[in-house]
């Protein structure tokens, strides 16, 4: 069935330090995927999105790969800062989320 | 603050009861949705709307949920008869057209004791 799932449920990173967080789905015909970042007590924070016709895409200190051979979407977070703690989920289009990854920035 | 909200930020209710949520979306967004979230979990999509038509539903969504959008501007979600499987945050999100971007609300967190 489709699903969207993430390898690691918690991710621990020294500050300043690069975080990568990963994902892997099972619909390939998805037209997209996006990040959001969610912090305590608020709702998903849109980050980024990557079409199916991309296999990287950059923004603002986070970059998205997406490898479609093995259904596979990570997130990197460049130079981790303590703001970037939150649950991180990947989601394929707007109905399908992945359970997230916890980001704790070790001081 | 032009984002969207969600009225009431929490509820506490008892089994057999009937909840009803508004989530008011960015003004010029016309497609709404609506989500389901467990601790541990991401959000589970319930339906969505495009002005005040309701376009999809998901499986999820039993007959005792219902979501209205009368005007094409707030929305509510009602669940009757509510059961303890039913707490969760509610989130509601909101897009311009097909924009990729959802701008989510922070969300009414449901118990049913």
């Known amino acids: 069935g489709e699903s969207v799932g993430l390898h690691l449920p918690t991710l621990s990173v020294q500050e300043g330090d690069n975080s990568i967080i990963n994902c892997a789905y099972s619909?390939?015909?998805?037209?997209?995927f996006i990040w959001y970042k969610q912090e305590s007590g608020k709702g998903p924070q849109f980050i980024i999105d990557?079409?199916?016709?991309?296999d990287k895409r950059q923004g603002q200190r986070v970059t998205v790969l997406l490898n479609k051979t093995v259904k596979h979407l990570s997130l990197q977070i460049a130079a981790t800062q303590p703001g970037d703690s939150a649950v991180y989920f990947c989601?394929?289009?707007?109905?399908?989320f992945g359970k997230g990854t916890r980001l704790h920035i070790l001081p | 603050d032009t984002g969207v909200s969600q009225d009431p930020r929490h509820k506490i209710t008892k089994r057999g009861q009937n909840v009803t949520f508004r989530c008011d979306p960015i003004?010029?967004?016309?497609?709404l949705y609506w989500y389901r979230q467990t601790l541990g979990q991401g959000p589970e999509f319930l339906t969505y709307?495009?002005?005040?038509?309701?376009?999809?539903k998901s499986r999820l969504l039993s007959d005792r949920f219902s979501a209205e959008r009368p005007k094409g501007s707030f929305s509510t979600l009602e669940i009757q008869r509510t059961e303890q499987g039913d707490s969760a945050m509610y989130l509601c999100?909101?897009?311009?057209?097909?924009?990729?971007?959802?701008?989510f609300g922070s969300g009414t967190q449901l118990s049913v004791l």
């Open positions: 999100a909101s897009s311009l057209n097909e924009n990729v971007k959802l701008f």
């Open positions: 619909n390939s015909a998805s037209d997209y």
């Open positions: 990557i079409r199916s016709n991309m």
């Open positions: 989601a394929e289009g707007k109905i399908i």
């Open positions: 003004s010029e967004h016309n497609r």
């Open positions: 709307f495009q002005n005040e038509a309701q376009l999809e």
